[in-house]
């Protein structure tokens, strides 16, 4: 399904910029291109934009342009033509990819802003190469774009674009959206190019994060390492006005969004339905607890196998009741660190298999790839508690894919404090924090057992938060933030506090 959005943000066309288009390129036998388009969060949520609106959306393809740059481009002009937007490639050299996207992007900033600085790699030569690439950006930008267009630049391979398009001399106005968190002041500080980063940051007109936590993060480092901006508003403000010489940036708070109305419709169509009914007899009457994660340390796998184990050890009426299905998705397999995830993942898998299967009962169905679309709702519609544990995560789509597909309403939710759906659905899940294995085991039980009534309370409120704040909520919230005067009426923010437990003695 695709929406319009009902928000002009000025009179000229949205640019859309990310690290990459949202295509999958393949090369059949004949030797031709062909550009299928591609998933993902960020891609679920622009999509629908750029096809209702028209525009232009500029990244990385995904291939080597070395081996056939024409060919490679008749394909996405191609794929253009179809979906009622323009895409324009970026062209990435090999040593581009290694130290702009493998390098800077995925050892530095991913795991400083996930709070894992032991895992970064401050080699300079990373960040001399995501300056070049942030440039070509720029300069993809400059070509393609219109005074009066809008550009919206996405997430942290993208930082220092509009800092170029002002060195370029483009006038159009600029947003960016950061996907992941901005993590604390005492981390940020370790990133030797801490200084460029922010001042980057600040040449965006508007800056959105995906929650409350986050923008306090970002504009405590401002108030640490660059004392001249002056920080205006409250924080519950949804959009805060930065000043800066006579720059004046507007920093806001935008969670990310499904399409509710999408989710729940697919989940009850039919081929769902009855793939979701043989997993229910497959499942001989087992609940099931599902966990769907990409391979990432920042996900939290090997806690939540902890907790799944310290709770079947705990409550052994556990045992031949539920069945942990785990579904872990391949991601950036070139970098040693994820290699080492994956084999811990198995290790603890093969150790709880060990320690607890019975008869025909095996107590985790552990699956290493990709579900298609019909198996992912199947299983968000079956599972009986999700299991989302994270930690730390920028949102967390799967919390609200899961809500959204609940179609019975009976589904629990378990969720890390540490993702940023939290902040918006703190009051209906079970919360846990991953690094607490005994409280993780407690939530699956508590989970397992809870009453239908207080299952259905909790998963109705749930559906109907993701429903009001839905991906048509998001986009028409960062694009009034970007006019003159539309973000002034926007809903103040949600906020998550950890609450200490009852009975706990404060001083
Ligand atoms: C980043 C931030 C933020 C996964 N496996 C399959 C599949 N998926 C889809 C899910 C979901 C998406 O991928 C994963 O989104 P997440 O939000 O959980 O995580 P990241 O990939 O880390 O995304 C994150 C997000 O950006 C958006 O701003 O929420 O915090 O880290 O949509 O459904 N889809 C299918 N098969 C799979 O096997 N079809």
Same mark, same amino acid.
């Given at each position: 399904?695709?929406?319009?959005?009902?928000?002009?943000?000025?009179?000229?066309?949205?640019?859309?910029?990310?690290?990459?288009?949202?295509?999958?390129?393949?090369?059949?036998?004949?030797?031709?291109?062909?550009?299928?388009?591609?998933? %993902?969060?960020?891609?679920?949520?622009?999509?629908?934009?750029?096809?209702?609106?028209?525009?232009?959306?500029?990244?990385?393809?995904?291939?080597?342009?070395?081996?056939? %740059?024409?060919?490679?481009?008749?394909?996405?002009?191609?794929?253009?033509?179809?979906?009622?937007?323009?895409?324009?490639?970026?062209?990435?050299?090999?040593?581009?990819?290694?130290?702009?996207?493998?390098?800077?992007?995925?050892?530095?900033?991913?795991?400083?802003?996930?709070?894992?600085?032991?895992?970064?790699?401050?080699?300079?030569?990373?960040?001399?190469?995501?300056?070049?690439?942030?440039?070509?950006?720029?300069?993809?930008?400059?070509?393609?774009?219109?005074?009066?267009?809008?550009?919206?630049?996405?997430?942290?391979?993208?930082?220092?674009?509009?800092?170029?398009?002002?060195?370029?001399?483009?006038?159009?106005?600029?947003?960016?959206?950061?996907?992941?968190?901005?993590?604390?002041?005492?981390?940020?500080?370790?990133?030797?190019?801490?200084?460029?980063?922010?001042?980057?940051?600040?040449?965006?007109?508007?800056?959105?994060?995906?929650?409350?936590?986050?923008?306090?993060?970002?504009?405590?480092?401002?108030?640490?390492?660059?004392?001249?901006?002056?920080?205006?508003?409250?924080?519950?403000?949804?959009?805060?006005?930065?000043?800066?010489?006579?720059?004046?940036?507007?920093?806001?708070?935008?969670?990310?969004?499904?399409?509710?109305?999408?989710?729940?419709?697919?989940?009850?169509?039919?081929?769902?339905?009855?793939?979701?009914?043989?997993?229910?007899?497959?499942?001989?009457?087992?609940?099931?607890?599902?966990?769907?994660?990409?391979?990432?340390?920042?996900?939290?796998?090997?806690?939540?196998?902890?907790?799944?184990?310290?709770?079947?050890?705990?409550?052994?009426?556990?045992?031949?009741?539920?069945?942990?299905?785990?579904?872990?998705?391949?991601?950036?397999?070139?970098?040693?660190?994820?290699?080492?995830?994956?084999?811990?993942?198995?290790?603890?898998?093969?150790?709880?298999?060990?320690?607890?299967?019975?008869?025909?009962?095996?107590?985790?169905?552990?699956?290493?790839?990709?579900?298609?679309?019909?198996?992912?709702?199947?299983?968000?519609?079956?599972?009986?508690?999700?299991?989302?544990?994270?930690?730390?995560?920028?949102?967390?789509?799967?919390?609200?894919?899961?809500?959204?597909?609940?179609?019975?309403?009976?589904?629990?939710?378990?969720?890390?404090?540490?993702?940023?759906?939290?902040?918006?659905?703190?009051?209906?899940?079970?919360?846990?924090?991953?690094?607490?294995?005994?409280?993780?085991?407690?939530?699956?039980?508590? %989970?397992?057992?809870?009453?239908?009534?207080?299952?259905?309370?909790?998963? %109705?409120?749930?559906?109907?938060?993701?429903?009001?704040?839905?991906?048509?909520?998001?986009?028409?919230?960062?694009?009034?933030?970007?006019?003159?005067?539309?973000?002034?009426?926007?809903?103040?923010?949600?906020?998550?506090?950890?609450?200490?437990?009852?009975?706990?003695?404060?001083?």
């Amino acid at each position: 399904m695709t929406r319009e959005t009902d928000v002009e943000p000025m009179q000229g066309r949205l640019v859309v910029a990310s690290n990459r288009l949202p295509v999958v390129l393949d090369r059949g036998r004949d030797g031709r291109w062909r550009a299928e388009p591609g998933s %993902g969060g960020l891609v679920t949520a622009m999509r629908p934009v750029l096809q209702g609106r028209g525009g232009v959306w500029v990244g990385w393809p995904g291939a080597d342009p070395e081996q056939d %740059g024409t060919g490679l481009r008749k394909a996405l002009d191609e794929l253009s033509e179809g979906s009622g937007y323009s895409v324009h490639p970026v062209l990435l050299t090999e040593k581009e990819k290694e130290d702009f996207y493998l390098g800077f992007s995925n050892q530095v900033i991913w795991p400083l802003f996930h709070d894992f600085q032991t895992q970064c790699n401050f080699d300079p030569r990373f960040w001399e190469t995501y300056r070049k690439v942030n440039r070509k950006f720029a300069e993809a930008l400059r070509e393609v774009s219109r005074e009066g267009d809008f550009l919206w630049v996405h997430d942290y391979h993208l930082m220092s674009v509009a800092e170029d398009l002002h060195a370029l001399g483009v006038k159009s106005q600029t947003g960016f959206f950061l996907h992941i968190p901005f993590p604390h002041l005492d981390l940020f500080v370790k990133l030797p190019w801490r200084f460029s980063i922010l001042r980057s940051l600040l040449s965006f007109d508007l800056i959105g994060f995906q929650s409350a936590r986050d923008r306090s993060n970002f504009l405590q480092c401002l108030d640490a390492l660059l004392p001249s901006a002056e920080i205006g508003g409250k924080p519950t403000d949804r959009v805060r006005l930065v000043r800066l010489g006579d720059r004046h940036v507007r920093v806001g708070v935008f969670p990310i969004a499904i399409d509710f109305e999408e989710f729940a419709s697919e989940a009850a169509s039919s081929e769902v339905s009855e793939r979701a009914a043989r997993l229910r007899a497959e499942g001989l009457g087992r609940k099931l607890v599902l966990g769907v994660d990409r391979l990432d340390y920042s996900k939290g796998v090997p806690h939540k196998l902890k907790g799944f184990r310290l709770a079947l050890k705990r409550y052994p009426d556990l045992r031949e009741r539920v069945t942990l299905v785990q579904l872990v998705i391949p991601s950036r397999e070139n970098i040693p660190e994820y290699e080492r995830l994956k084999m811990e993942i198995e290790r603890l898998v093969g150790a709880i298999q060990g320690e607890f299967t019975r008869g025909d009962w095996a107590p985790i169905h552990y699956q290493y790839g990709h579900w298609d679309r019909v198996e992912l709702l199947a299983h968000y519609r079956e599972a009986a508690v999700a299991l989302v544990t994270p930690l730390k995560d920028g949102m967390n789509l799967v919390a609200k894919e899961y809500c959204a597909s609940s179609l019975e309403g009976e589904g629990v939710l378990i969720l890390s404090e540490y993702a940023g759906a939290t902040a918006q659905l703190q009051n209906d899940a079970l919360l846990v924090n991953p690094f607490d294995v005994e409280g993780v085991a407690e939530a699956i039980h508590e %989970g397992a057992i809870m009453s239908r009534e207080d299952r259905r309370r909790r998963m %109705g409120s749930l559906r109907r938060t993701i429903q009001d704040f839905d991906l048509s909520w998001w986009v028409d919230s960062f694009l009034k933030a970007a006019r003159e005067d539309g973000w002034r009426d926007l809903p103040s923010v949600h906020t998550f506090q950890p609450q200490p437990p009852e009975g706990f003695f404060s001083f």
